[in-house]
């Protein structure tokens, strides 16, 4: 019998949590590429076809961005911005989400919360992934809009001593409607609304037995402009419920979207500029990626 002591026990834990999420990924970009509905966040009420596995990548760039925990400052910029959907049946899909590699250019600093392992101007470290559920409630009639859940959590992949994430479980559900307008046989749908309002429950990352529930939400719309292009925008956020000063790594954010799809080749080109809306979020921004839809892989069970 092999007896870990803590310290060595929490680095192999912290190890194999790094290997697993890895695994996931190279699993995952054996396939071909989509995504939910790059490069927006708000979630629309689509499921992924029953038997297909999809992902969506791409890359995003944050200028002054703020990390209240660790009191940086700096330009963000995410690698591998990867979402995966998995369609389990005809209204219900399985999704992971979240970035390969994070990386900041340092611009200043603040006193930190948590004691912090950056030696140089810049740090790195990996994404805190988002696995979650999505499933169809309603289809869309005439008169009433297709009606959803989401509902997942937060995993705690990053050192918090890198300065970027909390590593912290969080867990949400969300509430999500849909309506599509001008839709024609063959076409897709000339306006596609939908927007998201849910509750997140976030840990305090340096208060015991204290959380902090966030209001999140979304409006989003896709507009088509021909069959090879859409134009895209959102406004995307969550807000503190707390009255004063939210617990630190917990504060409300919020941005705004607005860009293309291009659509070529049976590929699906995005990009968008990005604004951010409260003090804690990102002053501006960039995000492009690609998406391919993969086809039928297995055969869901009845």
């Given at each position: 019998?092999?007896?870990?002591?803590?310290?060595?026990?929490?680095?192999?834990?912290?190890?194999?949590?790094?290997?697993?999420?890895l695994q996931i990924l190279l699993f995952c970009l054996s396939f071909p590429l989509i995504a939910q509905q790059?490069?927006?966040?708000?979630?629309?009420?689509?499921?992924?076809?029953?038997?297909?596995?999809?992902?969506?990548?791409?890359?995003?760039?944050?200028?002054?961005?703020?990390?209240?925990?660790?009191?940086?400052?700096?330009?963000?910029?995410?690698?591998?911005?990867?979402?995966?959907?998995?369609?389990?049946?005809?209204?219900?899909?399985?999704?992971?989400?979240?970035?390969?590699?994070?990386?900041?250019?340092?611009?200043?600093?603040?006193?930190?919360?948590?004691?912090?392992?950056?030696?140089?101007?810049?740090?790195?470290?990996?994404?805190?992934?988002?696995?979650?559920?999505?499933?169809?409630?309603?289809?869309?009639?005439?008169?009433?809009?297709?009606?959803?859940?989401?509902f997942g959590y937060q995993m705690p992949n990053t050192d918090q001593a890198k300065g970027i994430g909390t590593?912290?479980?969080?867990?949400?559900?969300?509430?999500?409607?849909?309506?599509?307008?001008?839709?024609?046989?063959?076409?897709?749908?000339?306006?596609?609304?939908?927007?998201?309002?849910?509750?997140?429950?976030?840990?305090?990352?340096?208060?015991?037995?204290?959380?902090?529930?966030?209001?999140?939400?979304?409006?989003?719309?896709?507009?088509?402009?021909?069959?090879?292009?859409?134009?895209?925008?959102?406004?995307?956020?969550?807000?503190?419920?707390?009255?004063?000063?939210?617990?630190?790594?917990?504060?409300?954010?919020?941005?705004?979207?607005?860009?293309?799809?291009?659509?070529?080749?049976?590929?699906?080109?995005?990009?968008?500029?990005?604004?951010?809306?409260?003090?804690?979020?990102?002053?501006?921004?960039?995000?492009?990626?690609?998406?391919?839809?993969?086809?039928?892989?297995?055969?869901?069970?009845?």
């Amino acid at each position: 019998m092999i007896v870990l002591v803590p310290k060595y026990s929490s680095i192999l834990f912290s190890l194999m949590k790094r290997i697993l999420v890895l695994q996931i990924l190279l699993f995952c970009l054996s396939f071909p590429l989509i995504a939910q509905q790059r490069p927006l966040l708000t979630d629309d009420v689509d499921i992924a076809p029953a038997g297909t596995i999809n992902v969506s990548a791409g890359a995003d760039f944050f200028q002054n961005a703020k990390f209240p925990l660790s009191g940086l400052t700096g330009d963000l910029t995410r690698v591998g911005d990867i979402r995966i959907r998995q369609g389990f049946a005809s209204n219900v899909e399985i999704q992971m989400e979240g970035s390969i590699q994070n990386y900041v250019a340092i611009n200043s600093r603040n006193a930190s919360a948590v004691p912090l392992n950056i030696s140089n101007n810049s740090t790195n470290d990996f994404d805190d992934y988002i696995i979650s559920a999505k499933i169809k409630l309603f289809n869309e009639t005439r008169n009433f809009p297709a009606l959803g859940m989401k509902f997942g959590y937060q995993m705690p992949n990053t050192d918090q001593a890198k300065g970027i994430g909390t590593n912290q479980i969080n867990i949400f559900s969300k509430l999500l409607l849909q309506k599509k307008f001008g839709k024609r046989k063959g076409k897709d749908a000339v306006a596609n609304i939908f927007g998201n309002i849910g509750l997140g429950i976030m840990t305090a990352p340096i208060e015991r037995f204290s959380q902090n529930d966030v209001m999140l939400y979304g409006v989003a719309g896709i507009f088509r402009v021909s069959d090879h292009l859409n134009l895209v925008g959102e406004v995307n956020g969550r807000a503190n419920s707390r009255n004063g000063n939210p617990p630190i790594g917990t504060e409300s954010i919020s941005q705004f979207r607005f860009g293309t799809q291009v659509k070529v080749s049976g590929l699906r080109f995005d990009t968008a500029a990005i604004i951010g809306l409260t003090k804690n979020s990102p002053r501006t921004g960039i995000t492009f990626g690609v998406t391919y839809q993969s086809p039928n892989l297995f055969t869901p069970a009845p």
